[in-house]
């Protein structure tokens, strides 16, 4: 166990396996089962760092893949790192880059030393290797750092899933001889597509190396969530017990919800800022689409159940106003608004787990929200 970083595992609910505990790290202590919002260019897009903390945010996401393209991963490290360059004193989550490598240039080739691609910015040409990754990440400085992975397709042939396993087993080897940093947590990211076989293949490479914490990618990509759910189930009971599980890109309620009575601890999403970009909010009673002409003469909070200051001072009237005129403040409230939900929604999931009752907290809970459960 390390000194900077461990894992307290507090309860694990009786009838779902559902997992409370605490996760120590050098920026703080943060309390599981956890959301963490995504602030890909150094920041939640609309949202202050007081009002995240205020919310109930604990730790943070940066991107690996946007920061080094811009300012440059060096700039950052100059500035001491990405909690002095963004003002944030709590826990930070760096990804690799891989996704984006991937998923957002148009020219990537696939080599055993790493993926050579072109910038969507300007065109430029890199090569991601996993040194390459590691190097970015320490010099990003977050708390906890993600292997260089390839994140399979949903879609993809048994083969080519295999294959992609493979290359990602290799490279987290790579990664654990290139770390020089104590002061971060790597974990390394179970692939697999949806071939059973390959996702524990890929956990059993994976135990080794997961000292810390262990992450599940090439989840929600497109598959039905039941397919995504039934994947949880399988690997729920080969997941290891004494260190954080986290579950990559999930985070609408529904599938925090169900990801957590399968056992999984941490969660992050850019759903909530980015629907709320659109107008939308979660809320206690369902989405709440604001540039809805139904609200047009509503007079009522958001949320009458929510604490936050959007809920606290505004009408939806006056929220869709904000939304049909294209003002920012809109994109703000709404943000806040939803990112302050997520963390009342785990919040809550974790006193059920203490309380042995979660199953009665999410049938309650979709009730309430108006979505029939799994």
């Known amino acids: 166990m390390s000194e900077k970083f461990w894992f307290e595992l507090q309860h694990v609910e009786k009838h779902t396996g559902a997992r409370a505990g605490v996760f120590h790290t050098p920026h703080g202590d ?13 920041t939640v897009k609309g949202v202050f760092p007081r009002d995240l903390k205020e919310a109930g945010s604990q730790i943070i996401l940066a991107n690996t893949y946007h920061l080094y393209m811009r300012p440059g991963d060096d700039v950052v490290k100059k500035a001491g790192g990405l909690h002095k360059f963004m003002n944030w004193d709590a826990p930070i989550l760096t990804d690799s880059g ?9 020219l990537n080739k696939i080599k055993e030393e790493g993926v050579y691609f072109n910038s969507h910015i300007d065109g430029s040409r890199h090569l991601f290797t996993p040194e390459k990754a590691i190097e970015i990440e320490e010099n990003l400085g977050a708390d906890i750092i993600m292997q260089f992975d390839q994140c399979s397709e949903y879609g993809y042939t048994y083969e080519q899933a295999k294959a992609a396993m493979e290359l990602t087993s290799r490279w987290l080897e790579r990664c654990v001889k290139a770390k020089t940093s104590v002061d971060q947590a790597l974990f390394p990211i179970v692939q697999g597509n949806f071939y059973k076989d390959l996702r524990a293949e ?3 490479r994976s135990l080794p190396y997961a000292k810390h914490g262990i992450a599940i990618g090439g989840l ?15 690997l729920q009971p080969l997941l290891p017990q004494g260190v954080p599980r986290y579950l990559m890109g999930v985070g609408s309620p529904d599938c925090l919800i169900e990801g957590v009575m399968r056992g999984i601890d941490m969660f992050d999403c850019v759903l909530a800022t980015r629907v709320a970009r659109n107008g939308t909010a979660f809320t206690s009673r369902g989405k709440v689409v604001v540039r809805n002409s139904s609200y ?49 929604l785990m919040s809550g999931m974790r006193q059920a787990i203490f309380d042995d009752d979660l199953q009665n907290f999410a049938k309650e809970f979709y009730k309430n929200y108006g979505q029939d459960s799994v």
């Open 30 to 42: 943060i309390l599981t089962p956890v959301y963490m919002p995504v602030g890909t260019q150094a």
């Open 98 to 106: 891989g996704f984006q490598v991937f998923s957002l240039t148009k």
């Open 202 to 204: 890929s956990l059993a």
């Open 220 to 234: 929600s990509v497109g598959e039905p969530k039941p397919l995504m759910y039934e994947m949880l189930e399988h």
């Open 296 to 344: 047009r003469e509503d007079f009522t909070p958001l949320d009458p159940e929510c604490g936050c200051y959007c809920c606290k001072n505004y009408t939806k009237a006056y929220l869709r106003h904000l939304v049909n005129v294209g003002e920012m403040l809109s994109a703000q409230l709404l943000s806040l608004h939803n990112i302050t939900f997520l963390h009342k």
